[in-house]
């Protein structure tokens, strides 16, 4: 395999840094692009503000390719993050992206700049980039459920979480969406959209099985979960992820979606939960 160099925006969040991780295991160069980049052992890193086209084009340029990962922002810096971002692709003629949305979106904006801003990026990318591919969790990460605003209740015996409890999940490990990124990046001619879920679909009452024996599933509302990430995300970030979860998109095609291989189990396995 040819070793690639690829440059990760948002290479030291969640998402970012099991794509850097998945990278380096695989003998890629790595190029961290973020706004405090910090040290990663291996990586080259360029700090950039995604409001700052020149300092983009530095991180871009000289890369066989970019993994977007837009930040959580939900007002209308959204929209001048994604415009940034996609001037600096042209003007540092980057030849192939591969875009983690995040999560499932709707086609067409829907008056939400945390969405609209992401769709303004997918459909502006061809544009400026020869080689596409978008993709993303079909609903939503395990890696929510060790968020900080939920292990204190899971302690406690509690999932507690804004979907219906009978409702069968394919709850997706950030690593396994990391692996389908790097696979999509080495592809000669990968498809446009790939969605990816865990290999299982539980319901609420599973995942709290899995969890542990005293732990119970509890369906909360979107508001309710929004006020509990409100005192650590802050009031904007949670309403803007509250307004999410009210707003559901259709499920996707099932011809698009790829299943992971890391169960609830494996992954609850690796938490330090306490």
């Known amino acids: 395999m040819t070793s690639l160099k690829i440059a990760v925006y948002g290479a030291t969040g969640a998402q970012g840094s099991a794509v850097v991780q998945n990278l380096l295991d695989v003998g890629h160069v790595v190029r961290a692009v973020a706004r405090k980049p910090g040290t990663i052992a291996g990586v080259e890193s360029v700090a950039a503000d995604l409001a700052d086209v020149d300092a983009l084009v530095e991180g871009y340029t000289g890369v066989d390719g970019v993994v977007l990962q837009l930040p959580m922002v939900f007002d209308e810096t959204a929209f001048i993050q994604a415009r940034t971002v996609l001037a600096a692709l042209g003007k540092a003629k980057v030849p192939r992206v591969v875009f983690n949305q995040g999560g499932a979106l709707p086609d067409e904006p829907v008056g939400m700049p945390y969405v609209d801003a992401r769709v303004l990026m997918s459909a502006g990318l061809p544009d400026v980039v020869e080689t596409v591919a978008i993709t993303g969790p079909v609903l939503t990460y395990m ?14 015996g509690e999932v507690v979480y804004p979907l219906p409890g009978e409702l069968p999940v394919p709850w997706v490990a950030a690593s396994d969406v990391a692996a389908v990124i790097v696979d999509l990046l080495v592809q000669d001619a990968p498809p446009s959209v790939r969605v990816v879920a865990g290999p299982e679909d539980l319901t609420g009452d599973q995942v709290a099985a899995v969890l542990g024996s005293s732990v119970r599933w509890r369906t909360i509302t979107p508001a309710e979960y929004g006020e509990l990430l409100r005192p650590i995300a802050g009031s904007e970030a949670a309403e803007g992820i509250a ?13 698009i979606v790829l299943r992971g291989t890391t169960t609830l189990k494996q992954w609850a396995d690796r938490q330090i939960w306490r």
Not at 143 to 156: F, G, Q, R, V
Not at 245 to 255: E, K, L, R
């Open 143 to 156: 890696e929510n459920l060790a968020a900080p605003w939920s292990t204190p209740l899971i302690d406690a």
């Open 243 to 255: 307004a999410l979860y009210a707003n559901p998109v259709a499920p996707p095609d099932q011809a």
